[in-house]
């Protein structure tokens, strides 16, 4: 979740589904780190995302043993700082901090993305910034139970 590349492992990733949640799987989790269906992944990276480390992930119902086997672990690679400091409202730390900012009002400068369709953002590593190039190929695609929010809907 540091924006960078990391060892990924040999074997598959197993995840267990929350009882309290029902059966019915949505698209992507960030469960420490972002997984994301097999499906979703190809219409992200068909839509031009070329910064993204995968391995294989199982996500697993304890109450059947069912195990989903179409699901990957991604780590997104590249943490931009691209935050716009005049325009954006920071609630609890001082503009140029980074990792874990959060704002009442963000706005990003788009011009810093570096051509990058997706990516975490260097002041609060947990966002993902995505691209409506991207954000249109999965809509599109019919994937449901996603929500993307623009940045000046964002807290």
Do not use: C
């Not at 992930?57 to 400091?85: K, P």
């Amino acid at each position: 979740m540091l924006g960078r590349s990391i060892p990924i492992p040999d074997r598959e990733v197993v995840f267990e589904l929350d009882p309290s949640r029902g059966r019915r799987l949505a698209p992507m989790y960030t469960a420490g780190a972002l997984i994301m269906s097999v499906e979703l992944l190809r219409v992200v990276q068909s839509s031009g995302v070329d910064n993204l480390q995968t391995a294989n992930a199982v996500i697993r119902d304890s109450r059947t043993g069912d195990r989903r086997e179409d699901y990957r672990l991604v780590n997104v690679i590249g943490a931009i700082s691209a935050v716009d400091e005049r325009r954006s409202t920071r609630l609890d730390t001082v503009p140029g901090h980074k990792v874990d900012s959060v704002f009442r009002q963000l706005e990003v400068d788009t011009t810093k993305a570096k051509g990058l369709l997706m990516f975490r953002l260097a002041e609060s590593l947990h966002t993902v910034l995505v691209d409506q190039k991207v954000v249109t190929a999965i809509r599109t695609a019919g994937i449901d139970g996603m929500t993307f929010y623009s940045p000046a809907d964002w807290i």
